[in-house]
């Protein structure tokens, strides 16, 4: 799947259930699901024979991509060319 491609399944979803977020409410919760991968890093340190799956890594890191999508496109950005933009910035191609 694109990003493309997720950020369109996402946007479809969001319409669907009737979300309509603000920009301030789309980076909020933006910013929740980060310090909720955050608290789970930080639980991980205190306890390093756990499971990385009981720390939900990848759950978090999904909840965070979730909405960097619904963000970039009630925005109204292509994520897919705005990475690509970044990529050649930090490759120097541009």
């Known amino acids: 799947m694109t990003i493309k491609e997720a950020q369109e399944l996402v946007e479809v979803w969001n319409s669907k259930h009737a979300v309509r977020n603000s920009a301030l409410a789309g980076i909020a919760i933006l910013t929740e699901k980060v310090g909720e991968l ?42 897919s060319d705005a990475l690509i933009d970044k990529l050649e910035e930090k490759n120097g191609v541009r």
Do not use: C, R, Y
Request: charged share 25%.
């Open 38 to 79: 955050a608290k789970a890093v930080a639980q991980k340190q205190m306890d390093p024979f756990k499971s990385s799956s009981e720390h939900n890594f990848a759950d978090e890191l999904a909840e965070i991509f979730w909405e960097t999508l619904a963000f970039a496109a009630h925005s109204g950005i292509d994520l």
